[in-house]
């Protein structure tokens, strides 16, 4: 089946302690993309990946990095988190752009 | 600053009517718009798309129209129907099609 996957899909850390959420999909996509969605702000492109090692930022990038060595996965990395990047946040991915964008389920961050 | 705007939080239409879900960008240099659907805790799925060279895209019941002058878009779906309930988002792509920016979302509820 066709999809993009995130992990993990819950998670409750606490300020400061590195995490890493993993984005892999497995349509062989070139593009791919981390987003964040806060209410009242609908989603923001945090950083985007247009192929392998490929990578710049989205309109939110503070705080974040991502790395893209391998073609399926685009993992989102916070050094440091802080309470303000608590969020819910989505990874997707397309064959080209600009096309449509397959998203993953989410993943729901609580930083405290 | 938003530069895609749904104005509209939520709509409720009776099931069998017409839903007109709105959306307004401020960058002329868009050139590529798309709407996803949201259900709960699941991530956003494409619905359809319209490239800035053409004013309309149909597929089955998804019209979205595309009026340029003005910055606006809207999707039309007709008939509506209960499983339509759900939150749709707009988007636009920067010419790059690398960036996307993301409206707020309209929670569209259909009433049977």
């Known amino acids: 089946e066709a999809q993009v996957t995130q992990n993990p899909r819950y998670l409750i850390t606490v300020t400061g302690k590195k995490l890493t959420v993993t984005c892999s999909q497995n349509m062989n996509h070139e593009y791919m993309s981390w987003y964040r969605q806060d209410p009242g702000l609908g989603l923001r492109q945090i950083y985007y990946?247009?192929?392998?090692?490929?990578?710049d930022k989205g309109d939110v990038p503070e705080g974040y990095k991502v790395s893209r060595k391998e073609k399926r996965n685009f993992p989102l990395i916070l050094e440091s988190p802080s309470p303000n990047q608590t969020s819910l946040y989505f990874c997707?991915?397309?064959?080209?752009?600009?096309?449509?964008?397959?998203f993953g389920p989410g993943t729901r961050l609580t930083v405290l | 600053d938003q530069q895609v705007k749904q104005n509209s939080p939520s709509l409720s239409v009776q099931e069998g009517r017409i839903s007109i879900l709105n959306c307004d960008y401020t960058n002329s240099m868009f050139d590529y718009f798309l709407w996803y659907k949201k259900y709960p805790a699941e991530g956003p799925t494409f619905l359809i798309s319209i490239s800035s060279i053409k004013d309309k895209n149909e597929d089955g019941r998804f019209t979205v129209f595309l009026n340029k002058s003005a910055k606006h878009l809207s999707l039309h779906i007709v008939p509506s129907q209960p499983g339509d309930s759900a939150v749709y988002f707009c988007a636009a792509s920067d010419p790059t099609g690398n960036q996307f920016y993301f409206g707020t979302g309209t929670s569209l509820t259909v009433i049977p």
């Open positions: 990946s247009m192929n392998v090692e490929v990578t």
């Open positions: 997707a991915s397309s064959f080209g752009v600009p096309g449509e964008q397959f």
